[in-house]
């Protein structure tokens, strides 16, 4: 939906090309300015109806939509941010400690914070870890004081996205509640929320009733995080102290000794659109909660593959056991893929999976969420079982395409809607219907809409039982697309 702000900027940029009215324009003249305001207005009445009119209640596809639907659910667009080990050699005829909150920057520029401090002897090297987060203060004096005031959090000036919030005053730092959960009246808490537009939003509380509301003419400090989200370094990349403070520090050198967590971009329009299809109900709490799955997603959404059952299930795939009763299983991929996977290469030979006892940082992430949520739980984490879709796609073209690159167009739309990054295969059982495939086809390859241009397309269906911890998809080994060009003439005119 287009604002009035759009509309007003939309007219702006065409002014100059009336030169008699350009100059009226640039000085405000009310008789300019009041015809614009008037037609934007306007516009952004109708804009608003024809949205409400394209308003999707069940299959939630449109990027509007999808966005509201995200807000609706409390998704904030914040990364998560990079954790790494870097390698300090001390040059120096000295001992160095180098401090917490000391910043470092990577060969592009990007800002680190130093989160485990460390002694490193002459001559030695020692390691810690450092977080790709920059910090910025902004300052807010509260002007007209209302029930749940709301401060915008500005965007930041160099493109990087929201990684956490920190908000204080004179008297301390405010404690974030999400959703106002347990909270009382003159508790100093915020709450964070986020609009249809992805702006975001700290908010307070109402005077009496719930939380704090902040009088007139008190300064709110917003300390904001900012991360540039995933990031991608080669091994021992260089690193440097964003300022040196002493002559010894100028001796040192700096290395990539591990990524920890690559990080994570903002949730994309994709992955929301496929949370879109979760009923709205489901929340992060234990009251409300009627899909772990969509939990674990939320803070794990670049997830290459998640699936979260219950007893039931279970026992649906392997059998009753009594070792099963008030227990949630979890099979995980991230998306820098450190856990252990198993392959499957033959469904009728089915693999099972295998309890993890050693589990990375992100599974314990996982199995404490859910604990947050629901503590009556125990988690088991299961390896996932990878099986590969097999496809065939068979086309025929006109010969005014270059078969190759008709290929080419066919594999890119498949892999990105069926291969191992795609929102669809981080589910578990990936089912793959051929009138999906007909329609995308149909609708991003020119090639075959065109004159006489024909296609036909096989999927090998899985042989074996359900699974949950099964992880299809479809693999460049597994997809056979084959491309012959025909001289097709069409029923057209020739004179």
């Not at 449109?62 to 300090?88: C, E, F, M, Y």
């Not at 997603?297 to 279970?314: C, G, H, K, M, P």
């Not at 990936?430 to 995308?440: A, D, H, K, P």
């Amino acid at each position: 939906m287009y604002s009035k702000s759009d509309f007003t900027t939309a007219i702006a940029n065409t002014v100059n090309g009336y030169p008699s009215i350009a100059p009226l324009y640039n000085a405000a003249d009310p008789r300019i300015m009041q015809n614009i305001d008037a037609m934007a207005t306007m516009l952004a009445m109708l804009s608003s109806q024809i949205e409400t009119a394209l308003a999707e209640p069940f299959d939630k596809t449109r990027n509007a939509t999808v966005l509201a639907d995200a807000a609706i659910r409390g998704i904030i667009p914040k990364a998560r941010s990079a954790q790494v080990s870097i390698s300090l050699t001390n040059n120096s005829t000295d001992s160095y400690e180098i401090d917490a909150d000391r910043i470092l920057t990577d060969s592009v520029g990007n800002q680190y914070t130093v989160q485990t401090p460390v002694t490193v002897a002459a001559g030695a090297t020692g390691n810690f870890n450092a977080t790709q987060v920059y910090s910025q203060d902004y300052n807010f004096t509260v002007a007209g004081s209302v029930p749940f005031y709301a401060i915008q959090i500005p965007s930041s000036i160099d493109g990087s996205y929201l990684a956490a919030i920190d908000v204080r005053d004179a008297d301390g730092y405010y404690t974030w509640a999400n959703e106002y959960v347990n909270v009382n009246a003159g508790d100093r808490v915020f709450h964070v929320e986020s609009d249809d537009n992805q702006n975001v939003y700290v908010r307070f509380g109402y005077d009496g009733v719930v939380g704090y509301q902040p009088p007139d003419g008190t300064v709110i400090t917003l300390t904001v995080y900012w991360s540039v989200g995933l990031i991608s370094l080669p091994a021992s990349s260089p690193f440097a102290l964003q300022y040196v403070q002493s002559l010894q520090e100028s001796s040192f050198s700096f290395a990539l000794n591990s990524v920890i967590d690559p990080g994570a971009n903002p949730i994309d329009i994709a992955t929301l659109r496929d949370f879109a299809r979760y009923p709205s109900v489901y929340d992060t709490d234990s009251v409300f909660l009627g899909e772990f799955d969509f939990l674990v997603r939320r803070s794990y959404s670049d997830a290459q593959f998640l699936s979260v059952w219950n007893e039931t299930i279970e026992e649906g795939a392997r059998g009753a056991s009594v070792n099963n009763i008030n227990k949630l299983f979890v099979a995980f991929l991230s998306a820098a893929g450190g856990e252990t996977i198993l392959f499957e290469p033959n469904p009728l030979s089915p693999v099972a999976p295998t309890v993890i006892s050693s589990p990375t940082a992100s599974q314990l992430e996982i199995v404490n969420l859910i604990g947050d949520a629901d503590d009556s739980y125990q988690v088991v984490l299961y390896t996932p079982v990878k099986s590969f879709i097999a496809m065939v796609i068979t086309a025929s073209v006109s010969t005014s395409y270059v078969d190759s690159e008709v290929k080419s167009q066919i594999n890119s739309l498949i892999m990105s809607n069926y291969g191992p990054t795609s929102p669809a295969a981080s589910h578990a059982n990936q089912t793959i219907l051929n009138q999906q495939v007909f329609q995308l086809l149909i609708k991003n390859i020119p090639a075959l809409t065109d004159g006489a241009a024909d296609f036909s397309v096989a999927i090998t269906p899985y042989a074996g039982a359900y699974r949950p911890e099964l992880w299809r998809y479809v693999d460049s080994t597994s997809l056979t697309i084959n491309v012959t060009t025909t001289n097709i003439t069409t029923a057209g005119w020739r004179g």
